[in-house]
């Protein structure tokens, strides 16, 4: 009951903790899968700019192929993956997230980035560590209120593991995820963030994901340059989400094989001229912060990146865009530095600075999650000279992006164009953070439709609430109080039927027949939340649900003597009220 009503918060601390590790491992395993095999053609480590061009087409186009033929063999329910199924499963399923998707992502998404597809790697991380903390949530049979939590884990110590940025895991978790902010939630997902984080470090060291100089604004002059650098990032994020629009209900209509292999050819001919756009990216993303590549090489990069993720992402292919979003933002941010050196002198703070602050600005505006961006790029660049500029635009890019252009997050916009909810409401969100068991009734007693009188009054001596009637018909509640009046009614007989009024004492009392009050019921799971308990009461049209403790989902429930209890929906409007 402690966990339905958010209170064992020492017992979620410590399964927090346990799931950042099991997170952190298998976001190390995703990562090894995804890089170790690429030294048999790579030179080095993402250095698909030093292949033949034959290679830079090929290798993208036979990848989407076998990744076609991958998700073809799955069936379609099997096929979702990425962060828009992690909030699906979450806002519509309870969290409860099926381990074959999360298999399928890791596999598929390790072969797109080593086939050189321009996605990043920290979308199928989210969906790993997401199906961590679901997966073990499941096993130990928890209430789904205690399950979101435990899946949220899995995402902040995915992310940390992913960049080793466990603040910005923590963050996006929340921001982006949970879409809310409690002290309940936090500590879980703050104790996952490090030791997910922790793990990567143990596996791949101490330094930062990317090593650049510190540096910082000179003049108050560069903020207009930063301010229509913004203004550019913006209407880019919110091209790059018009696209998904466009390009995500083609996921639902089409087999994946045309789809990816139009997601690879474009990507291969793309990658001719501009190799760059190939895999993460994440050297490319590095030389972008160091101020060494020209404005006409920048430019080039955000054209051909821009149009290879959109089409990947949108066409389905097992990716994400947080690593896109990123190179996208410094590779604007670093023009905007360049033309800032030409304007106004040496007095200037680098390109790289304006790198960082643009991959800031694009993240934000692209996630709609301006917070976790800003901390991303802090962690990543242990620069604290980008909070200044890198609020400005932050504001500036995502002010524009849902403004002017009216886009609520990249992550939103696809599950709207797959025709699902997308963010819950505030009540949805406060009810599905507290389950039945702590607030349901517990004075109820199961009883045959029949009874005899001396029956009848030893279960109010008991003095449950409520009267759970079963049998042959459909189960109903009633009042133990109703039955109490019909026992106490006043005989008003003459004396000669005495006798007659004795034979009808001895006959069974028909519980579905006297006078009161009666609910029609329906089962419900002791684990789920109050969110489900109100779905439920809807879509059944009971007055009132009896919650079993061995009852599951998608089972139904038996009304017997393992009945728990009882949700009203007084209970329900009562809590949101209180």
Not at 71 to 85: E, I
Not at 323 to 337: E, F, K, N, Q, T
Not at 472 to 478: S, T, V, W, Y
Request: hydrophobic share 50%; net charge neutral; glycine share 10%.
């Amino acid at each position: 009951m402690k966990l339905s009503a958010q209170q064992a918060l020492a017992l979620l601390v410590f399964l927090a903790l346990v799931i950042g590790v099991c997170a952190g491992l298998v976001v190390i395993s995703f990562r090894q899968l995804s890089e170790g095999p690429a030294i048999f053609y790579l030179p080095q480590l993402e250095d698909f700019e030093s292949l033949s061009a034959a290679w830079r087409f090929g290798l993208p186009v036979a990848g989407a192929l076998v990744l076609g033929l991958l998700f073809h063999w799955v069936a379609p329910s099997g096929r979702p993956t990425g962060v828009v199924h992690v909030l699906d499963r979450l806002h519509n399923h309870q969290g409860r997230m099926p381990i074959k998707n999360a298999v399928l992502q890791f596999f598929g998404g390790a072969l797109a980035l080593l086939s050189g597809q321009s996605i990043g790697r920290e979308g199928p991380s989210v969906h790993l560590g997401a199906a961590s903390g679901s997966w073990v949530a499941q096993r130990l049979r928890l209430p789904d209120n205690s399950a979101r939590t435990l899946l949220a884990c899995g995402v902040a110590a995915a992310i940390a593991a992913s960049f080793n940025t466990p603040l910005a895991g923590v963050i996006f978790a929340m921001e982006v995820v949970m879409l809310e902010y409690t002290v309940a939630g936090f500590l879980p997902v703050m104790i996952a963030a490090v030791s997910g984080s922790a793990a990567t470090r143990l596996a791949f060291g101490h330094q930062a994901a990317f090593s650049v100089p510190a540096s910082q604004l000179q003049s108050l002059a560069e903020l207009p340059i930063l301010f229509v650098a913004a203004l550019i990032i913006g209407a880019l994020a919110s091209l790059f989400i018009f696209s998904q629009r466009h390009l995500v209900p083609l996921q639902q209509k089409h087999s994946p094989i045309p789809r990816f292999l139009v997601a690879g050819t474009a990507t291969g001919i793309l990658a001719l001229w501009v190799p760059e756009i190939l895999g993460t990216g994440y050297d490319t993303l590095e030389l972008a912060m160091l101020g060494q590549l020209g404005i006409a090489a920048l430019f080039a990069i955000v054209l051909a990146k821009l149009a290879a993720t959109a089409l990947a992402t949108g066409l389905g292919i097992p990716g994400g865009v947080i690593g896109p979003s990123l190179i996208l933002g410094a590779c604007v941010g670093g023009a905007a530095g360049h033309l800032a050196n030409l304007w106004l002198g040496a007095a200037t703070a680098s390109p790289g600075l304006y790198a960082m602050v643009g991959m800031a600005a694009m993240m934000a505006a692209l996630l709609n999650a301006p917070l976790a961006a800003l901390l991303t790029i802090l962690e990543l660049t242990y620069n604290p000279n980008v909070l200044f500029p890198g609020m400005m635009t932050i504001v500036v890019a995502c002010l524009v992006s849902r403004q002017l252009f009216g886009s609520e997050g990249i992550y939103q916009e696809s599950l709207k164009a797959l025709g699902k909810s997308g963010t819950p409401s505030w009540r949805a969100q406060m009810l599905s953070r507290v389950g039945v068991a702590s607030v349901m009734e517990r004075a109820v007693a199961t009883t045959p439709r029949l009874l005899e009188r001396a029956q009848a009054e030893r279960l109010i001596e008991q003095q449950p609430a409520w009267l759970l009637i079963g049998g042959d018909e459909a189960p109903q509640a009633l009042r133990t109080a109703d039955l109490a009046n019909f026992l106490q009614r006043p005989v008003k007989e003459p004396e000669h039927e005495r006798e007659e009024d004795r034979q009808k004492e001895a006959e069974k009392i028909d519980l579905l027949r006297l006078p009161g009050e009666r609910l029609q019921l329906a089962p419900l799971s002791w684990r789920a939340t109050l969110l489900e308990a109100q779905q439920q009461l809807e879509s059944q049209g009971a007055g009132a649900l009896y919650i079993g403790r061995d009852y599951d989902h998608g089972s139904t429930g038996v009304l017997d003597t393992d009945v728990a209890g009882i949700i009203l929906p007084q209970h329900i409007e009562h809590y949101y009220r209180q």
